[in-house]
């Protein structure tokens, strides 16, 4: 069985600041993707980043970067630059090998962005 | 992105009765759609993968019998929770891969189900 794990339920971080969100997880699939969802107050999914599990590249979208470390089965998420409209509902997931749109969520982690 | 839509948006019913959720693709087909459960401050539970054309994939431990999915066409699939009880109160989401790239799931808004 794939599990998510996400070690910290609630984040804060000041505006214009650097906050990092942790999340490991467990698969026993060969070939896997590895997602950052956002969650806002509204409930929409929103996609932040994703990891091909082949590429060794960590993956970056403009303020956003994971720290991919395979071994380890660690994949954060490095908000760069924090904007009061980053704060929401983060959560990680796996995908369930070849079947993409089967996703392991993590529990999530709640992130407060002060002004 | 692509778009990916639900209906309605909330819905409050009698317990016993049944409650249809419909999900669309917008923009895009998706011969495959998921639905997923999620309890308040919690995490997004799979319920069942939809397949165009062919019976539904329900994970372990989902009533297949009382979550009835139906993949009507390329871009719609419907979920109808049957004879709800206030149990049943949830947010279901639905998701599609999406555009061009397959990997990524793209989310409905969600629907908001209260069974009084």
């Known amino acids: 069985a794939q599990t998510v794990t996400q070690s910290q339920p609630e984040m804060s971080v000041q505006e214009a600041e650097t906050v990092t969100l942790s999340c490991t997880y467990d698969t026993s699939e060969s070939d896997y993707y590895l997602f950052w969802y956002k969650q806002p107050p509204s409930r929409q999914m929103i996609l932040v980043i994703r990891q091909e599990a082949y590429k060794q590249q960590n993956a970056t979208e403009n303020r956003f970067s994971v720290n991919f470390q395979k071994a380890a089965k660690s994949f954060s998420l490095k908000i760069s630059d924090s904007q009061l409209g980053d704060a929401a509902m983060y959560f990680c997931?796996?995908?369930?090998?070849?079947?993409?749109?089967?996703?392991?969520f993590g529990r999530g982690t709640q992130l407060t962005v002060w002004p | 992105g692509a778009v990916v839509s639900q209906h309605p948006s909330w819905v409050i019913c009698k317990s016993g009765t049944s409650v249809k959720i419909e999900c669309r693709s917008l923009d895009f087909q998706a011969t495959t759609m998921f639905w997923y459960r999620q309890f308040p401050k919690q995490s997004l539970m799979l319920m069942a993968t939809s397949n165009e054309g062919s019976k539904a994939t329900y994970e372990q431990g989902v009533e297949k019998d009382k979550f009835l999915i139906n993949h009507a066409s390329l871009t719609l699939s419907t979920l109808t929770v049957t004879s709800a009880h206030p149990e049943d109160s949830s947010f279901y989401i639905c998701?599609?891969?999406?555009?061009?790239?397959?990997?990524?799931?793209?989310f409905g808004p969600g629907t908001r189900l209260l069974v009084l």
């Open positions: 998701s599609a891969p999406g555009g061009q790239v397959r990997e990524t799931q793209y």
């Open positions: 997931a796996s995908s369930r090998g070849s079947t993409l749109g089967r996703l392991y």
